[in-house]
């Protein structure tokens, strides 16, 4: 059975960084796309970031240039850095892998494993 597990995420303030990690287990996603999506309180599920097989990355304008993601293939296992957090960073964070590589990685239906979640929380 195909697993996501998601980590690392908590309450910190304005400014400070957080480092989520997800784990996949059941199969290995070298050859996948793995991302990390996020949902507000009422607000919809949005894309923040990607990594296709090669090690191409994607980014949400409202996270260039803070946010960094990275993969472990030997761990099976995708990153999330998260620098100079802001209140409008509080959400739900979604790691996501695809079933093989896929042209648009940024639209969550080209996912087709996910994670529970992990909660960060940056007060305002």
């Known amino acids: 059975q195909v697993q996501l597990v998601e980590s690392g995420g908590g309450l910190v303030q304005a400014g400070g960084s957080l480092r989520l990690s997800c784990a996949a287990s059941g199969r290995t996603f070298v050859g996948s796309g793995l991302g990390w999506f996020r949902q507000a309180p009422g607000k919809e599920r949005e894309f923040v970031a990607a990594?296709?097989?090669?090690?191409?990355?994607y980014y949400a304008d409202s996270v260039k240039g803070r946010f960094t993601i990275s993969r472990d293939n030997a761990k099976n296992t995708v990153y999330l850095q998260m620098n100079s957090l802001k209140p409008e960073d509080t959400a739900i964070y979604y790691c996501?892998?695809?079933?093989?590589?896929?042209?648009?990685?940024?639209?969550?239906?080209?996912?087709?494993?996910w994670g529970q979640g992990t909660t960060v929380t940056v007060p305002g």
């Open positions: 990594i296709n097989p090669r090690q191409f990355f």
């Open positions: 996501a892998a695809s079933n093989g590589p896929r042209g648009y990685y940024s639209d969550s239906s080209q996912y087709t494993y």
